[in-house]
């Protein structure tokens, strides 16, 4: 049981280049969910997936694509990298969907993607 | 929109101290949260905490979900170089529908240093 897997662990990218950051889970987590974090900003939420062919915008989805064809994974999408994208990246899923269902399901985070952009 | 403040914003403590830190909120949540995030890795959940006024331990940690429901605080008694790390609070809401459920609001962190 690996939990969250995130690669790769560091990216440097030029401005304009495309890359997709991968993200998989091993627990049958129906919720997965992308993170940025910056120094001062703490943890901000880019994008998020509740289940198989279901994805939603968090508070910063600008500039970034996701999708989610399998449980397992969820990957994201920077479609022309930009300075502003430098940061480290979250992958983070949990059990539960919340809607109906237990609550008692916290976030399990993988370990980060670092990522820069020049 | 919403905000989680946590104080506070960093700890340098020598070994043995007692540390406690918190988060307030001008709303209400429902499911508070503590992590600890050690360099170069994730977040990793410390106590879920899901009923006002609960008191939960995890070995020499300890966290309150505030009556109010818009508090809540971790003590680490003793404290060891090990837990040097970013402590972070986060709060959820239950809000009713779709989508938003699992979002959360994430405080800014305590930048804990131990001094051994």
């Known amino acids: 049981n690996a939990g969250v897997t995130q690669t790769p662990k560091f990216q440097v990218l030029k401005t304009g280049q495309s890359m997709t950051l991968q993200c998989a889970q091993d627990?049958?987590?129906?919720?997965m969910s992308w993170y940025r974090q910056d120094p001062g900003m703490g943890l901000r939420l880019i994008h998020y997936?509740?289940?198989?062919?279901?994805?939603d915008q968090g508070e910063v989805p600008n500039g970034y694509n996701v999708s989610r064809s399998t449980t397992e994974d969820f990957p994201l999408r920077l479609l022309s990298a930009a300075p502003s994208q430098t940061s480290v990246y979250f992958c983070?899923?949990?059990?539960?969907?919340?809607?109906?269902?237990?609550?008692?399901?916290?976030?399990?985070f993988g370990n980060g993607t670092r990522l820069t952009v020049t | 929109g919403q905000q989680l403040n946590q104080s506070p914003q960093s700890m340098f403590i020598q070994e043995g101290e007692d540390v406690s830190m918190n988060c307030t909120s001008s709303s209400i949540f429902n499911t508070w949260l503590w992590y600890k995030q050690e360099p170069g890795e994730g977040p990793v959940l410390l106590i879920a905490?899901?009923?006002a006024g609960e008191l939960t331990s995890n070995g020499r940690l300890t966290a309150q979900f505030g009556i109010t429901r818009k508090d809540s605080f971790l003590n680490i008694s003793a404290s060891i170089p090990s837990d040097v790390g970013i402590y972070f609070c986060?709060?959820?809401?239950?809000?009713?529908?779709?989508?938003?459920?699992?979002?959360?609001?994430w405080g800014l962190g305590t930048s804990l240093a131990v001094n051994p």
């Open positions: 983070a899923s949990s059990y539960s969907r919340g809607i109906g269902g237990s609550y008692n399901s916290p976030l399990h």
């Open positions: 986060a709060g959820q809401l239950y809000p009713s529908g779709a989508g938003n459920n699992r979002k959360l609001i």
């Open positions: 627990m049958n987590h129906e919720y």
């Open positions: 905490l899901y009923k």
């Open positions: 997936s509740v289940g198989a062919g279901i994805t």
